[in-house]
Nanobody, 126 residues
Framework: EVSLVESGGGLVQAGGSLRLSCAAS????????IGWFRQAPGKEREGVSYIRSSDDDDVDTYYADFAKGRFTISRDKFKKMVYLQMNSLKPEDTGIYYCARGGYYSGISQQGFAYWGQGTQVTVSS
């Protein structure tokens, strides 16, 4: 059974950092894309970043423009964990952050992600 469980959210002041974790089980990391998405109050859910295996045991990563230079996605394949390190946080980063499993070629399109965690709340105060 596929399972994704997020943790690490919380309240942080602007300029601070948080590291989100996603514990995955029930599938092989090599065959799928793991993405982070977020939903701010009153807004649609949007893609943040994804990670997937590539050649030579390396990874491909993607970041939304707002995440570039501030967020870093990584994974521990053996622990089945995916992390999102978020630095220089801004109030507009507030929202519920979800990790999800998509097909290998899903990209950041939400339609390609069939399994979702329950989300973790991130609140950035000004």
């Amino acid at each position: 059974e596929v399972s994704l469980v997020e943790s690490g959210g919380g309240l942080v002041q602007a300029g601070g950092s948080l590291r989100l974790s996603c514990a995955a089980s029930g599938f092989s990391f090599d065959d799928y894309t793991i993405g982070w998405f977020r939903q701010a109050p009153g807004k649609e859910r949007e893609g943040v970043s994804y990670i997937r295996s590539s050649d030579d045991d390396d990874v491909d990563t993607y970041y939304a423009d707002f995440a570039k230079g501030r967020f870093t996605i990584s994974r521990d394949k053996f622990k089945k964990m995916v992390y999102l390190q978020m630095n220089s946080l801004k109030p507009e980063d507030t929202g519920i952050y979800y990790c999800a499993r998509g097909g290998y070629y899903s990209g950041i399109s939400q339609q390609g992600f069939a399994y979702w965690g329950q989300g973790t709340q991130v609140t950035v105060s000004s």
